[in-house]
Protein backbone atom coordinates (compact mmCIF):
# COMPACT_ATOMS: atom_id res chain seq x y z
CA UNK A 1 0.00 0.00 0.00
CA UNK A 2 2.84 2.08 0.89
CA UNK A 3 4.37 1.62 -2.53
CA UNK A 4 1.47 2.19 -3.94
CA UNK A 5 1.51 5.86 -2.34
CA UNK A 6 5.15 6.54 -3.53
CA UNK A 7 4.26 5.77 -6.79
CA UNK A 8 1.45 7.87 -7.34
CA UNK A 9 3.37 11.28 -5.43
CA UNK A 10 6.18 10.45 -7.60
CA UNK A 11 3.83 10.36 -11.00
CA UNK A 12 2.55 13.73 -9.72
CA UNK A 13 5.36 15.30 -8.98
CA UNK A 14 6.97 14.42 -12.58
CA UNK A 15 4.09 15.73 -14.14
CA UNK A 16 4.08 19.01 -11.59
CA UNK A 17 7.96 19.52 -12.63
CA UNK A 18 6.93 18.59 -16.39
CA UNK A 19 4.79 21.47 -16.28
CA UNK A 20 6.56 24.07 -14.40
CA UNK A 21 8.28 26.39 -16.66
CA UNK A 22 9.35 25.86 -20.39
CA UNK A 23 12.61 26.06 -22.32
CA UNK A 24 11.68 28.27 -24.66
CA UNK A 25 9.78 31.66 -24.34
CA UNK A 26 9.18 33.74 -27.17
CA UNK A 27 7.67 37.24 -26.82
CA UNK A 28 7.11 39.48 -30.41
CA UNK A 29 6.93 43.29 -30.07
CA UNK A 30 6.25 45.70 -32.21
CA UNK A 31 9.13 48.06 -33.29
CA UNK A 32 12.44 48.30 -31.61
CA UNK A 33 11.59 48.84 -28.28
CA UNK A 34 15.40 48.03 -26.73
CA UNK A 35 16.72 50.23 -29.58
CA UNK A 36 19.04 47.70 -30.87
CA UNK A 37 21.25 48.78 -33.36
CA UNK A 38 19.54 48.43 -36.92
CA UNK A 39 21.52 48.78 -40.46
CA UNK A 40 18.18 50.34 -41.93
CA UNK A 41 20.10 51.57 -45.38
CA UNK A 42 18.98 52.56 -47.53
CA UNK A 43 15.78 53.47 -45.83
CA UNK A 44 15.92 56.63 -43.26
CA UNK A 45 14.43 55.89 -39.88
CA UNK A 46 11.17 58.78 -39.46
CA UNK A 47 8.67 58.64 -36.34
CA UNK A 48 8.94 54.36 -36.24
CA UNK A 49 8.90 54.17 -39.75
CA UNK A 50 11.69 53.52 -42.51
CA UNK A 51 11.50 55.39 -45.97
CA UNK A 52 13.38 55.49 -49.27
CA UNK A 53 13.55 58.68 -50.99
CA UNK A 54 14.03 57.44 -54.98
CA UNK A 55 15.66 60.22 -56.79
CA UNK A 56 14.85 59.02 -60.18
CA UNK A 57 11.77 60.83 -62.23
CA UNK A 58 9.96 57.33 -62.96
CA UNK A 59 6.21 56.84 -64.20
CA UNK A 60 3.87 55.32 -61.05
CA UNK A 61 4.62 51.75 -62.05
CA UNK A 62 8.64 51.72 -62.47
CA UNK A 63 8.10 53.73 -59.24
CA UNK A 64 6.73 50.62 -58.05
CA UNK A 65 8.53 48.52 -59.04
CA UNK A 66 11.68 49.99 -57.67
CA UNK A 67 10.05 49.82 -54.18
CA UNK A 68 9.42 45.98 -54.78
CA UNK A 69 12.89 45.67 -55.75
CA UNK A 70 13.73 46.95 -52.14
CA UNK A 71 11.39 44.82 -50.45
CA UNK A 72 8.98 47.54 -49.91
CA UNK A 73 6.35 49.25 -51.46
CA UNK A 74 5.30 52.56 -52.54
CA UNK A 75 4.93 54.83 -49.33
CA UNK A 76 0.73 54.90 -47.54
CA UNK A 77 -0.41 57.45 -45.58
CA UNK A 78 -2.65 55.60 -43.02
CA UNK A 79 -2.77 58.35 -41.27
CA UNK A 80 -2.03 62.69 -41.08
CA UNK A 81 0.49 62.15 -38.82
CA UNK A 82 2.57 59.92 -41.05
CA UNK A 83 1.94 62.27 -43.71
CA UNK A 84 2.99 65.58 -42.17
CA UNK A 85 6.11 63.30 -41.01
CA UNK A 86 7.07 62.74 -44.75
CA UNK A 87 6.24 66.10 -45.78
CA UNK A 88 8.20 67.74 -42.89
CA UNK A 89 11.34 65.89 -43.74
CA UNK A 90 10.87 66.64 -47.26
CA UNK A 91 10.92 70.84 -46.50
CA UNK A 92 13.69 70.42 -43.77
CA UNK A 93 15.89 68.89 -46.69
CA UNK A 94 14.54 72.01 -49.16
CA UNK A 95 12.83 69.37 -51.38
CA UNK A 96 9.99 70.48 -53.58
CA UNK A 97 9.27 68.28 -55.93
CA UNK A 98 6.69 66.00 -56.62
CA UNK A 99 6.72 62.19 -55.47
CA UNK A 100 4.59 59.43 -55.93
CA UNK A 101 2.86 57.79 -53.13
CA UNK A 102 0.84 54.10 -53.45
CA UNK A 103 -2.26 55.98 -53.82
CA UNK A 104 -4.36 54.99 -56.51
CA UNK A 105 -8.11 54.22 -58.34
CA UNK A 106 -6.79 52.25 -60.74
CA UNK A 107 -9.37 49.22 -59.49
CA UNK A 108 -12.72 51.37 -59.04
CA UNK A 109 -12.99 54.82 -61.08
CA UNK A 110 -13.04 57.06 -57.65
CA UNK A 111 -12.40 54.68 -54.84
CA UNK A 112 -8.85 56.24 -54.10
CA UNK A 113 -6.78 53.39 -51.99
CA UNK A 114 -3.71 52.65 -50.74
CA UNK A 115 -1.66 50.05 -52.32
CA UNK A 116 -1.01 46.81 -51.84
CA UNK A 117 -3.54 47.18 -48.56
CA UNK A 118 -6.64 48.19 -50.24
CA UNK A 119 -7.43 50.68 -47.54
CA UNK A 120 -9.63 53.50 -48.74
CA UNK A 121 -7.66 56.76 -48.73
CA UNK A 122 -9.04 58.80 -45.28
CA UNK A 123 -6.23 61.53 -44.57
CA UNK A 124 -7.52 64.92 -45.37
CA UNK A 125 -4.57 66.25 -47.53
CA UNK A 126 -6.11 66.54 -50.20
CA UNK A 127 -5.01 69.47 -52.65
CA UNK A 128 -8.15 72.33 -53.15
CA UNK A 129 -10.64 70.35 -55.86
CA UNK A 130 -8.66 67.64 -55.57
CA UNK A 131 -9.18 64.33 -56.57
CA UNK A 132 -10.22 65.40 -59.81
CA UNK A 133 -9.57 63.26 -62.04
CA UNK A 134 -8.70 65.85 -65.27
CA UNK A 135 -9.18 64.51 -68.20
CA UNK A 136 -10.67 60.90 -67.20
CA UNK A 137 -6.98 59.98 -67.02
CA UNK A 138 -5.80 60.55 -63.28
CA UNK A 139 -5.64 57.48 -61.47
CA UNK A 140 -2.21 58.05 -59.67
CA UNK A 141 -1.59 59.77 -56.45
CA UNK A 142 1.36 61.86 -55.33
CA UNK A 143 2.35 64.87 -52.97
CA UNK A 144 3.89 68.43 -53.50
CA UNK A 145 3.09 71.96 -53.74
CA UNK A 146 -0.04 70.82 -56.45
CA UNK A 147 -0.34 75.13 -57.09
CA UNK A 148 1.73 78.07 -57.76
CA UNK A 149 1.01 79.59 -54.43
CA UNK A 150 0.37 76.15 -52.29
CA UNK A 151 2.11 76.35 -49.01
CA UNK A 152 2.16 72.73 -47.98
CA UNK A 153 2.33 69.75 -49.54
CA UNK A 154 -0.69 67.92 -50.54
CA UNK A 155 -1.91 65.15 -52.22
CA UNK A 156 -3.10 65.35 -56.45
CA UNK A 157 -4.17 62.37 -58.87
CA UNK A 158 -2.21 62.30 -61.99
CA UNK A 159 -1.77 60.17 -65.05
CA UNK A 160 0.11 56.79 -63.87
CA UNK A 161 2.41 56.55 -67.16
CA UNK A 162 2.81 58.05 -70.84
CA UNK A 163 2.23 61.76 -70.33
CA UNK A 164 5.18 64.16 -69.79
CA UNK A 165 3.93 65.02 -66.22
CA UNK A 166 3.91 61.13 -64.93
CA UNK A 167 7.44 61.25 -64.05
CA UNK A 168 8.12 61.99 -60.66
CA UNK A 169 10.46 61.10 -57.95
CA UNK A 170 8.88 58.44 -55.21
CA UNK A 171 8.77 57.47 -51.80
CA UNK A 172 8.87 53.80 -50.18
CA UNK A 173 8.14 52.52 -47.20
CA UNK A 174 9.69 49.25 -45.50
CA UNK A 175 7.31 47.01 -43.52
CA UNK A 176 7.04 47.36 -39.86
CA UNK A 177 9.68 45.81 -37.91
CA UNK A 178 9.30 43.62 -34.94
CA UNK A 179 11.51 42.74 -32.52
CA UNK A 180 11.03 38.60 -31.45
CA UNK A 181 13.07 38.29 -27.98
CA UNK A 182 13.67 34.00 -27.23
CA UNK A 183 14.24 33.20 -23.28
CA UNK A 184 16.11 29.93 -23.09
CA UNK A 185 17.22 28.14 -20.13
CA UNK A 186 20.09 26.38 -20.51
CA1 LIG B 1 2.50 54.02 -43.86
CA1 LIG C 1 -5.65 65.90 -60.38
Not at 51 to 67: M, T
Not at 91 to 99: A, D, W, Y
Request: glycine fraction near 6%; charge should be negative.
Amino acid sequence: MLMKVVAVFLLVASVALGVSYDKYTIKILNGNPNNVNVNSSPFIEINEGFYYFGQERVNWHVADENCRKLGSDLVSFETAQEFDAITEYLKSKGERTEHWTSGNDLGTEGAHKWYPSATRININRWALNQPDNAAGIEHCIHIGYIYPNSANMEMNDRPCRDRENSFLKYVCEAPKPETISIVVWK
